[in-house]
């Protein structure tokens, strides 16, 4: 028989339907941040909605980060790690446990949480079929108080000089799912620590993404008062930088979704990944969630 509860699943099943069209057979970039992990159950919602994308005809991709992970792992070992502009100043002892963590421990378990919901999986990093190679990189910081630019050297931590698809088509075109730690070779040989924001903004723009969704810990980009900025141009978000309104974490986050619209990414969402299935929610149904930068 059926009841309401039956005929509204049908319902928002039914809804996704021209949203799978809009999608199918598009790349689908999902940079997974490391606070919107952690959550067993949140975990296997994430691991779900990819291989459901996978199953409709989408060809996710996925990028992740874990920096609180690598924080607890440096806790851990007593290396004391500080952040400039958003970034981690990594030191050669930092940069070990920075690859440990994220091509060794975590990449692993996404790629088991996907397998585990019948998706079809494959860790891997920068080096990987010089998937991506990194170069230095410096920042120039400004004190808020004496307006004083500084040039910080950040250590062994780097920006994608070259990103190089090839292997990520392979694995595309054999339905399997790419699963990528932003860690990635120099040319001297080191290996640099890549902002996991950062590496997927490089990635989308290689593969010419569809979308770009950054899932973090918060609803989106908040304004002072902290309500939600459902669409922010990028004339806007520049000011907010500017400003201090946008800081910390979401700097990068931020300044990748501007420059990966440059490179050609139609549409760019930074949404909350501790809602359960927010993937799905935003691509599929039409109340997506988050921040949408635009042009
Ligand atoms: N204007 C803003 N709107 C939302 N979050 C902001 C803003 N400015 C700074 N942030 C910070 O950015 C964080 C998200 O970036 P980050 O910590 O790097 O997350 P992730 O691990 O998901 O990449 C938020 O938790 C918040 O503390
Ligand atoms: C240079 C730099 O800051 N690298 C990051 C890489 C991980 C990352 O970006 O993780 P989230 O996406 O969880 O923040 C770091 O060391 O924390």
Redesign the pocket.
Known sequence: MTTPETASRAHIIAQALPYMQRYDDKTVVV?Y????MGDADLGQAFARDITLLRQSGVHPVVVH?G??QIGKMLQRLNIVSEFKG?LRVTDKATVEVVEMVLAGSINKEIVQLINAEGGRAVGLCGKDGNLITARKLTRTLVDPDSNIESVVDLGFVGEPATVDPTVLKLVLKEDIIPVVAPVAPGEDGETYNIN??TCAGAIAGSLGAKRLL?????P????KEGNLIKQLTVARARE?MADG?????????VETCIEALDRGVEGVVILN?KVPHAVLLELFTDGGAGTLIRP
């Open positions: 940079k941040g490391g606070h919107a980060g920096g609180p958003g996991a924001d950054f899932l973090t810990d918060v989106g980009v908040l304004d907010l309104t946008i800081s910390g974490g979401m700097i990068p986050k990944g």
